[in-house]
């Protein structure tokens, strides 16, 4: 088992800034065996959206609608991953949330949205 924990959300005035962080715990054979790590979202009334990914070898993939805006990052030693956000906008409020996922394959966008773990979330209010 694996426990994510997010923090880092708050409220900002569009175009501001926000860093998300992920904190990873669990056995060190289940963190280990964990390569792909991604960043997913949810506004009301919407569906989930998967917002950036990042393999074992730090290759990252973005939703179109964060491109050049946000900056997904991992720091193994500390189990921990990030998500830059800049030039905020209305349009990215939401609820963010933390997954990590196992197994072979791609580390697609939509993988983040049935990854094998997931944290609580974290709320982000951009207001214009």
């Known amino acids: 088992q694996v426990l994510l924990a997010e923090s880092g959300g708050g409220s900002v005035q569009a175009g501001g800034s926000l860093r998300l962080s992920c904190a990873a715990y669990?056995?060190?054979?289940?963190?280990?065996?964990?390569?792909?790590m991604a960043w997913f979202r949810q506004a009301p009334g919407k569906e989930r959206e998967g917002v950036a990914t990042?393999?074992?070898?730090?290759?990252?993939r973005y939703a179109d609608s964060v491109k050049g805006r946000f900056t997904i990052s991992q720091d193994n030693a500390k189990n921990a991953l990030y998500l830059q956000m800049n030039s905020l906008k209305p349009e990215d409020t939401g609820m963010y949330f933390c997954?990590?996922?196992?197994?072979?394959?791609?580390?697609?966008?939509?993988?983040?949205?049935?990854?094998?773990?997931r944290g609580q979330g974290t709320q982000v209010t951009v207001s214009s």
């Open positions: 997954a990590a996922d196992v197994g072979g394959g791609y580390c697609f966008l939509d993988r983040a949205l049935r990854a094998k773990y």
């Open positions: 669990g056995y060190t054979y289940n963190i280990d065996n964990i390569n792909c």
């Open positions: 990042i393999d074992r070898n730090a290759y990252t």
